[in-house]
């Protein structure tokens, strides 16, 4: 057995209303990938923020032991210099500073007490590569998708050339290939001895990369287990406290797959000014339409474009016979369409305020300031969708800020089935959501189509897309290049659809 | 270089001896932001027009900017001299540098300036305020007897119209034992604060009784000192005297009306003194001092009625 | 509104007996009704208001006297009610602006101009009171939606856009009687500042009337809702459907209404109209009660109600100065130390670590 670089033992963590962790332990060895398990809430996060300092533990609990000495980080500056670095499940860089600005920060390269710019720009660039990203680093950061921004993000990480590095699910945004890219930079450093904490709801991922894995349960800990000799019914078992298939029961029915269902939206020839080109798409009433492609291929351009927050140069677009020209969301929103954007952070969530005013708001904007939804039916609203899509907290009153990431995703969710779209935009609704509720969340899919409402859904899980679609839009380079429904819709086609030059 | 100063001196004096009475005179004034800088500026104006000298006249609108560039222009415009009401105290070496090339005499009135040279400016003619702060104490002294509880508004705090009205005003009571001030604050030389500071004096000083006057560093404070005194149930005038500093009309109609008893007036009219001064320069005389006080005469109810037809009307 | 579904549940199926233990496992961590503390926010400041109050106490016991006079209410008690009058309402329009994220340097030139109007008119012109008032009130609101369209149409930071009225406003003021200090007699208006209605000074209906309508107008409609999420996370509101132009034109609308009505009782307390000095520096005072309040200049939760006691401490720390008989050179250095302390009592960060230095001091004599 190797010997352990970090071991935490132990450790207990109490918010207002919640216990996030009850006496955890983690132990780290020299050159592993270790990943952490659980559901959404478990308290991973926790556990991350804690070792790293971004977070105390609870007072007179625990022991941290890093490097063969008891440690207790108090910031994560701290814990860097230490050696352990840390990629957050929430990006928190610097939206205006530039990517080079970014990926440095703090211990730019000087000479003289001075910034060499030209110098890191080059190291920036270096960098990158490894990442097969080549982007402009003088452009500032907001300029990029999540993805480049989470891809740049875990450049940071590993350039700080740690002992432990942390990442807190990297891979909730990024393509496949990506994927690939990064397990490449990842097995390269384990090879450098470097231990590497691994969190993702991406069962495929675990197996592929991880040496090891610990799970964690209700914020407490279930196990430690060799990835190799634990087979994945018993680590949902261990995640979940049952198997996964208890919990589909009865059978949802699909989406209703008839060809002559009449077209609810249709976008005809739409131009974006330098986004998408010449886009047509069908949705047919009560069916749900995927969209897939790479990274920048136009899927969420398409989304704005629909939800009016891109203007449309030409073409039209047609929603229940009527033409659809919405100049912002909430002309949109009158329409009857909903969105439920990429960005969760800068788009999506309200952080200060309740998952209440969250999931309340769409609904009374759609409503307009006069009809006000008074405090109770926001409680009912709210209640009965904690209870639906099982989002774990003490009570409605909890800022949304203070929720784990995935459970964020629900309420989100929440919020636009709480307005009865005609026409619901999905846009990578099941980022960074466990497996339990991702099952869930594809059989509520289908549900709601089956009760009439249409959808489009854009996510870069192919398995996912073909689970409930009726039919498969391919987008590349900003341009629909396929359409695939019936037999031929599968991962291995749209792969082949994404890939073909 | 002597030679031609000498040349160029001759020069305009013997223009002004052939022509004294087209003498041209600049004057930077501040702007109108009271009344009693507009009673200022009208008095410049009306003994401008007596002794039949060219005014010309710009108003800065409080900016110091401004000023400077009113001054520059009656350099370019050749004008015989130039007064200066400054609108703050620094920043007037580079302006005056330039008026002393052009060797135009230039004379400050009211606020001061600090140039650190003064070979810059002829003179500078101000009130005195202190003089003003003793003449209230004294009138208020020859009233009560010497025997007094004052309330003292004063001005912002740093201001020096406050400093000194204050000093020459304690400098006076502190020769008769029976008179001194029990409370002293800041009412900004504004109504609204003076109302304010008063109301919460008079209710720390027992509602007001004892209280036998009420010292204000202008007229402002005062006014508002005396609807505090008449909310707390009291008669100011004859239950409290008010004396105070400045002369603005409404303080005369208080007077009038029997609310008020005597103020100082801040003398608006700078002008007469000011263009003595430059006649004198002009002419020759280079004996000047660099400080010339005038003071205001103090007013009472007496001759508050009249006064405030008078001064209503301007 | 169509209905809503009959059922999305698909989750909590409980389908056997162990489902339900798993259940009320994920149940046991959590505290219903534990996760917000709503109260906490008013901890500090009330209790920072009661202390300076007690402070006033103990250094003259007649403080709290309070009598009754020719129909009205008299003592320092009521004298800070009726002084904090104009800071209070300005407050109350202030918060909603730093609500969204704004902030409103202008209020203070706002309340010279409606004053200046107000006075002009009952000198200048046989008007009746209501449409003096009505004047001044309009030229707030206009004064208020100009900031507004600055900062939501034009796209202009808001201190910036605020700034310009903040200056031209006193030269406007000005303008408008001719620099003069204009005085009036209207025993009517004059009402506005100095009248008082069931013992109590005019001033504070007009602050309890406002604070109300604001209350019922922003917290029985969804715009107190639509306020906080545009301040919180302006993208995220778009995306909502916010109107957050029209939002944020309506706080600076709201404002300048304030300001107006803080100008009217400035102007009438003393009868006269000075462009200068009228609302001079208080729009500082506004943006401290916010802040003494509790709420964050970043924008996001707000409380009207915390903003007026925000005020209050204000204007009792002004008295309590005034009281002591401490000289006037003073005022600023313990009216800067007690908003310190006040302040840094609000802040956790300051909290924790005065509290673990007690406890260190404790365990080192231990
Ligand atoms: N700052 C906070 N204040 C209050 N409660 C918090 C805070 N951060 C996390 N929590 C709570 O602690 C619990 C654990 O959250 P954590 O973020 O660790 O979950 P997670 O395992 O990372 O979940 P996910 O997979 O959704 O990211 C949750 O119930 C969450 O609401
Ligand atoms: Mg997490």
Redesign the interface.
Known sequence: MQESVLALENISKTFPGVKALQGVQLTLRAGEVHALLGENGAGKSTLVKVMTGAMRKDEGTGRMCFDGKDRDFTSPSEAQKAGISTVYQEVNLLPNLSVAQNLFLGHEPKRFALIQHSRMQQQARELLKQFKLDIDVTAPLNQFSVAVQQLIAIARGVAMKAKVLVLDEPTASLDKDEVETLFGVMEQLKSEGVAIVFISHFLDQVYRISDRITVLRNGQFIGEYITAELPRPKLIEAMLGKELQAMHGQHQPGCADSVDAPALFKMDKVCVKNSIENMDILVPKGQAIGMAGLLGSGRTEVCRAIFGVDSVASGQMQLADAPLKPQSPAEAIKAGVALCPEDRKTDGIIGPLSIRENIALALQARLGWWRYLSKAKQQALADKYIEELQIATPDAEKPIGQLSGGNQQKVILARWLATQPQLLVLDEPTRGIDIGAHAEILNLIKRLCHDGMSLLVTSSELEELVAFANKVVVLRDRRKVSELSGEDMTPQHIMQAIAEA | MKLSTILATGITLSCLSVNALALTIGFAQVGSESGWRTSFSESVKAEAKKRGIDLKFSDAQQKQENQIKAVRSFIAQGVDAIIIAPVVETGWKPVLREAKRARIPVVIVDRNIQVGDDSLFVTRIASDFSEEGRKAAQWLMDTTQGNCKIVELQGTVGATAAIDRAQGFNDVIGKYPNANIVRSQTGEFTRTKGKEVMESILKAENGGKGVCALWAHNDEMALGGIQAIKEAGLKPGSDILVVSVDGVPDYFKAMADGDANATVELSPHLGGPAFDVIEKYLGGDKNIPKLISTTGDLFTQDTAAAEYQKRRLQ | ??Q??QS??????V??P??EA?IA??K???????????LGRYLWPVSALVLLLLVNLFM?A?FFSISY??GRLY??LI?ILN?SAPVALLAIGMSVVIATGGIDLSVGAVMAIAGAVCAGMLVGGNYSLFTVICAGLTVGIVAGLVNGGLVSFLGIQPIVATLLLMVAGR?VA?LIN????V?FQSDAFAFIG?GAFLGLPFPVWLVLITLLLSQLLLR????G??I??VG??A?????????DKGVKLFVYGLTGFCAAIAGMI?TA????A?G???G?WLELDAILAVVIGGAALSG??FSLVLSVVGALIIQTL??T???S?L???F??LIKASVVLIVLLLQSDVFRQHAQSVLKGLKGGKA
Request: hydrophobic share 30%.
């Open positions: 509104m169509s809503q579904p999305l549940s698909i989750v909590n199926k389908d056997s162990a489902d798993l496992a994920r046991a961590r959590y505290s219903p009704g534990k996760s917000t503390n709503a003259d007649s006079q020719d003592g320092s004298d002084r030269g000005q001719q620099g003069q200090i005085t100095i029985r409609t969804a715009l809702l639509f906080e999420a919180c996370n993208s995220a509101s778009r995306y909502l459907g916010i109107n400035a307390d003393i009868q006269g000075d200068n000095n009228t001079l996001g939760r002004s008295t100065i005034i009281l008989g000289p006037a050179k005022n600023l």
